[in-house]
């Protein structure tokens, strides 16, 4: 759901997290046969908030911004 | 070797990561134009076309690459194994140099760290040495010493008897590896062939991979699992394992959990099919081009395929099974890269739509957007094919004779030695990176539900490889 009262999308939200490195840490055995770094990961994350894996252009009303802090 | 699936604490294990990492170096920056040089499928085909195009130059010039595409010769002896490498020393330094170079410059602007990857490169060069040496002796045959595999062993007991620094994993980056080899693999795949063959692969491989991905579905949900799960688990095991797993679990936004249990679970049968795979062909006869086929269908990650298919490929060249070697590889290459891997960005965008419109709604969500086809597309595939159409033309003007006498030897062959040692890095830095105890607990359910996928699509594809296609793998590059 593309919240229209809630345009922010998550790459830029403080529960969100999706750097490769971070990715391959969490996701043990990622970088066994496959990597965070390729191009069919595109740029998901980990939204610490949901404990989910989505789309750095998901949305939620619970965003906060990054920027914020 | 204890198989111990030690149960990584979902909280924990974040809370562990999160003290690793500040704050702000945990969001990657907004790709767009910049995945050109973010992502590994980029630097892959920047690498492989590099050298395809300097060997290109030298070839037109007159000259070739094969100085520096050295690899150790047959043996029969230490002492002539021992004299190979005096005489060659100087390649073998100059070797390192430029695949030290490459690396170090597209892993860096990846993020890592230099002082971190040459160690760690020193290091897979000199077994990848050793292993290719080892595979060149006259009676490795005999002792089913094929690289692929002794690669893979050597590398599951060092990180996991001998126990490795996990700093060491810089250097062991087993998909850029298979996706620069796969680029190198394309000059020596005629661009014709792959329009021949390419439509049969796709048909197989489409047939294969709904089935496979139903049976895991249907199967997961009679036991209970999530939907999301069994999406994630059903495209590990349909498309292209772990990086299928975890672009269907981003899609439809699976639960943090979900993708570590899928990446546990290909990780297990993939491993074990490495094994399995080339020695249940060889048993059956099955000529080299319909193994390559079988693997190409029943394999859930590249790299492990390519393993499997690049041992099969051996017996080949052994005599055991008839065919040869490029057959096995090329038929593999046609059915994985071609007939599945091109599908991920459809699968992924078909599930987002069925996601966030027929399952249940969730905390957080998004609109589907057919862009993502693209944005998943696995890019290196563009390398693999422009690599196979540059060199199908700047050699169409040679004859049969011409092209076996003077581009193979000068253009052709050298690439392929350098695809040999960049498969051989992959195929090594998979048993370096995979530490049996660390991976998650998959639990029985998920592992179920895959194991009956993964039985159906051995089953499928066998008949379908082996039986309804076979006649036109053992025509293949023949």
């Given amino acids: 759901m593309e919240s229209k009262s809630c345009p922010a999308r998550c790459a830029g939200c403080v529960h969100f997290r999706n750097d490769a490195a971070y990715l391959e840490r969490y996701f043990r055995g990622l970088n066994s046969l496959s990597s965070a770094h390729g191009s069919v990961r595109g740029d998901d994350g980990i939204c610490l908030r949901h404990d989910r894996y989505l789309s750095a252009r998901a949305s939620c009303s619970e965003f906060r911004s990054r920027n914020r802090l | 070797m204890k198989l111990n699936f030690k149960l990584l604490n979902g909280s924990s294990a974040m809370s562990n990561v999160d003290s690793e990492f500040p704050r702000e170096s945990t969001v990657a920056p907004q790709l767009r134009w910049r995945e050109l040089w973010l992502k590994e499928d980029w630097w892959a085909i920047w ?26 010769s047959k043996w029969s002896t230490l002492a002539q194994l021992g004299a190979h490498f005096s005489a060659n020393f100087a390649r073998y330094i100059a070797q390192f140099v430029v695949w030290l170079a ?17 160690p760690s490169f020193a290091l897979l060069y000199i077994l990848s040495v050793l292993i290719i040496a080892l595979g060149q002796w006259d009676k490795a045959s005999t002792y089913n010493l094929e690289p692929p595999l002794v690669a893979l062993v050597v590398g599951l007991l060092l990180s996991n008897v001998v126990g490795l620094p996990r700093w060491l994993d810089t250097g062991f980056r087993v998909e850029f590896y298979i996706k620069t080899g796969i680029v190198l693999l394309g000059a020596t795949l005629p661009f014709t062939l792959i329009i021949w063959a390419g439509p049969v692969a796709i048909l197989q491989a489409s047939i294969i991979s709904i089935v496979t991905f139903q049976v895991i579905y249907w199967v997961g949900l009679r036991i209970g699992l999530d939907r999301r799960l069994c999406a994630t688990l059903g495209a590990g ?34 491993i074990a099919m490495i094994f399995v795979l080339p020695f249940v062909a060889a048993a059956f006869h099955l000529h080299a081009g319909v193994g390559g086929a079988w693997i190409g269908t029943s394999e859930f990650a590249d790299a492990a395929g390519f393993a499997a298919a690049q041992t099969y490929g051996n017996l080949a060249s052994h ?9 096995a590889v090329f038929a593999y290459t046609l059915m994985k890269v071609v007939g599945r891997d091109v599908w991920i960005g459809i699968w992924a965008f078909i599930l987002a739509i069925i996601a966030t419109t027929q399952w249940e709604r969730t905390e957080t969500g998004r609109k589907p957007e057919a862009a993502e086809i693209w944005w998943r597309f696995p890019k290196f595939i563009i390398g693999f094919l422009v690599a196979s159409l540059i ?18 030897p000068a253009l052709v062959g050298p690439i392929k030695d350098m695809r040999t040692w960049a498969f051989i890095f992959c195929f090594l830095s998979i048993g370096l990176t995979t530490r049996f105890g660390e991976l998650a607990r998959a639990g029985r359910k998920p592992f179920l539900a895959f194991s009956a996928g993964a039985i159906v699509n051995v089953i499928i594809g066998f008949i379908l490889s082996a039986i309804v296609f076979a006649t036109h793998w053992e025509t293949l590059a023949r």
């Fill in chain 2, 47 to 72: 690498l492989g076309l590099g050298i395809i195009l300097v060997a290109y130059l030298f070839f037109a010039n007159g000259s070739s690459i094969k100085w520096l595409a050295v690899t150790p």
């Fill in chain 2, 237 to 270: 095991g349909a498309v292209c394992g772990v990086s299928a797993a975890i672009a269907i679990a981003g899609a439809v936004g699976a639960k943090k959990d979900a993708a570590p249990i899928a990446i546990t679970v290909v990780i297990v049968w993939a």
């Fill in chain 2, 102 to 118: 490459v690396f170090t410059v597209a892993l860096t602007a990846l993020g890592y760290k230099v002082r971190e990857f040459i």
């Fill in chain 2, 391 to 408: 060199v199908t033309l700047v050699t169409t003007g040679y004859s049969l004779g011409d092209y076996n006498h003077s581009v193979v």
């Fill in chain 2, 319 to 327: 005599g055991t099974v008839a065919g040869t070697s490029d057959q």
